[in-house]
């Protein structure tokens, strides 16, 4: 049997529009920390001006820069307690931290303390910052764990059924087996493979894969679909949907891997437009 999620991270950031209530992160979060009974980091990641306003004639961009800078750091402490309060509340152990660095420094940080995690859990499309894809990059290629991405709307539960998207790529595989606690949980697990923007003729048959999940007690099936138009992206979301399916289990793929990752066609997609939650691994 696997390990399950001991240690669970939910980032949180600046969002556009309050909140006076537990995101679906946040709740999803709650249930995975009681099914596994794992315990939970929540961070809020308030990045900071890299630079101040600076003026011979008067102190006002400066005092304005400060006062600004305290209104959103009270903001961020408030979404930051209201969040573990809600977690404890469920009767789930956590500790909290605010990191408020300027941007560079944010993404080195985040990346740290989520390297000695099990999972990261985070909202999609609420946040209210402009440079919300380098944060999601940074949590991908940076720390070696999968991330599961929320979107507004689902049902905070662990997953019953799950699609595995597969092409037998290394991140792939790294995907499945950093899902082991969830599709172990499932009821019910389809491996989906798509013929559109690569050629899989020729990857690791779906049937091993079933194989190395069977002996990990998870039963499978399989599907092999077309993507019309190439577009595995919108192939998978709709079988998601025909299959109600709860949640996407996929490697995260990038064309480059210089210092800034730039992520794959599929992954970029999923990413922007995904209706139930993702776990991703690279």
């Not at 209530?21 to 001006?49: N, Y």
């Not at 507004?152 to 499945?176: H, I, N, Y």
Request: glycine share 6%; with cysteine.
């Amino acid at each position: 049997m696997s390990y399950g999620y001991k240690n669970i991270l939910l980032p949180l950031l600046p969002e556009a529009d309050g909140r006076t209530s537990p995101s679906p992160a946040t709740k999803l979060v709650i249930e995975m920390a009681r099914r596994f009974s794992g315990f939970v980091s929540v961070d809020f990641l308030l990045p900071q001006s890299a630079w101040v306003p600076y003026s011979l004639l008067t102190d006002m961009p400066r005092q304005l820069l400060t006062a600004e800078a305290k209104r959103l750091e009270e903001g961020a402490q408030a979404n930051l307690d209201r969040a573990a309060t809600a977690i404890a509340d469920a009767g789930v152990a956590v500790d909290k931290h605010l990191i408020a660095l300027d941007f560079l420094a944010l993404l080195g940080r985040a990346a740290i303390r989520a390297q000695l995690q099990d999972v990261i859990v985070m909202d999609v499309g609420s946040a209210g910052l402009r440079d919300e894809r380098e944060i999601v990059e940074a949590y991908l290629f940076r720390t070696g764990r999968p991330l599961i991405r929320v979107p507004e709307g689902v049902e905070p539960t662990v997953p019953r059924r799950v699609l595995v998207a597969w092409d037998g790529s290394l991140p792939s595989m790294r995907a499945v087996r950093e899902a082991l606690p969830i599709l172990q949980a499932a009821e019910g697990v389809e491996i989906v493979t798509v013929k559109g923007e690569k050629d899989v003729s020729d990857i690791a048959p779906g049937e091993r894969l079933s194989a190395y999940l069977g002996h990990h007690g998870v039963t499978t099936r399989q599907t092999r679909l077309t993507a019309p138009h190439r577009d595995v992206a919108e192939t998978l979301r709709n079988h998601a949907f025909e299959a109600s399916s709860d949640m996407i289990v996929m490697g995260a793929y990038a064309h480059s891997r210089l210092q800034q990752a730039v992520l794959g066609g599929v992954t970029s997609a999923l990413l922007d437009r995904c209706p139930i939650p993702l776990l991703l691994a690279h």
